[in-house]
């Protein structure tokens, strides 16, 4: 199965983007509803959940572990995939590059939770493959709350996004990326409030492009992930917003189990 988890709904964004890039290949995923959010968390125990959330979905049959959350991407992709046998991968990357693709003026901004903006690793990781490119970033911690609300037409929401913006909207940049998986929710109001002009990177169509390229340099890996088109989600807490949100993120039927955390481990 491939293995996929965030700390709520963001990572099912990533989820249906592999549901369309790699049709009919088994999915478990782990939603930490009860613990989340990650972003305004310390980096250490961030670490912390991120490898139980790893371990978790080894456990339940994972062949590879998606880490569809830019805040564990940021600051615990690093010591988890060098001790898991199990390959990992990370969300940030693929944005960075989309960014650096789709930029013309190298000028980006990007948008994300206290840790991930904290941890600067957009910047580093553009900086690296760009070093011309000048990086803006702004925390924005509201924003996951009011996506696990189902607030996402709300005149509230868009102020605050809006608020979020306006340090980014005089530094002339023409990409903006959305690192976090919550954000592509709210994609339609960060569009209309940074302006029509500016390309908005939702990273979940080149993070599973980049999933189907691993896959399909290692056929035997590939062959061994049963495809019977099951997508199973596990949360640590039911809720009903998280049903109903799921349900309509994947646009089908969605059952919860509930797993606790870190007991069942
Ligand atoms: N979707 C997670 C991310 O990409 C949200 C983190 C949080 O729970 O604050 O960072």
């Known amino acids: 199965m491939i293995g996929i988890f965030d700390s709520g709904l963001g990572g099912l964004t990533v989820v249906r983007a592999i549901m369309d ?53 940021s600051v615990a992709f690093e010591p988890i995939a060098r001790r898991l046998e199990t390959p990992v991968f990370e ?11 789709c930029s013309r003026n190298q000028r980006i901004g990007v948008i994300g939770t206290r840790a991930t903006i904290g941890s600067a690793v957009y910047e580093r990781k553009i900086k690296n493959r760009q070093p011309d490119a000048a990086v803006y970033s702004v925390a924005c911690p509201l924003l996951v709350p009011l996506v696990e609300e189902g607030w996402l037409r709300k005149p509230e929401t868009k102020t605050i996004v809006k608020k979020y913006l306006t340090p980014l909207k005089n530094r002339q940049i023409d990409t903006l990326v959305l690192g976090c998986t919550h954000y592509p929710i709210l994609k339609h109001i960060v569009q209309h409030k940074i302006g029509k002009q500016i390309n908005v990177i939702d990273s979940s169509l080149a993070v599973a492009e980049k999933l189907a390229a691993y896959l399909t340099d290692q056929p035997s890996l ?16 039911i809720t009903p917003q998280f049903e109903s949100m799921a349900q309509m993120l994947l646009q089908q039927k969605v059952e919860l189990e509930q797993v606790r955390l870190p007991v069942d481990l």
């Not at 782990?30 to 991120?50: C, H, I, L, N």
């Not at 590939?222 to 807490?237: K, M, N, W």
């Open 91 to 101: 969300v940030v990357t693929p944005a960075v590059e989309t960014a650096l693709q």
């Open 222 to 237: 590939l062959h061994a992930l049963p495809q019977t088109g099951r997508v199973r989600l596990l949360v640590s807490d």
């Open 21 to 73: 890039r790699l049709p009919g290949y088994d999915i478990v995923y782990f939603g930490d509803t009860a613990r989340m959010p990650y972003g305004s968390k310390s980096p250490r125990t961030v670490v912390d959940y991120a490898r139980q959330d790893s371990m978790l979905l080894i456990r339940k049959g994972a062949r590879l572990v998606l880490m569809a959350c830019n805040t564990a991407s």
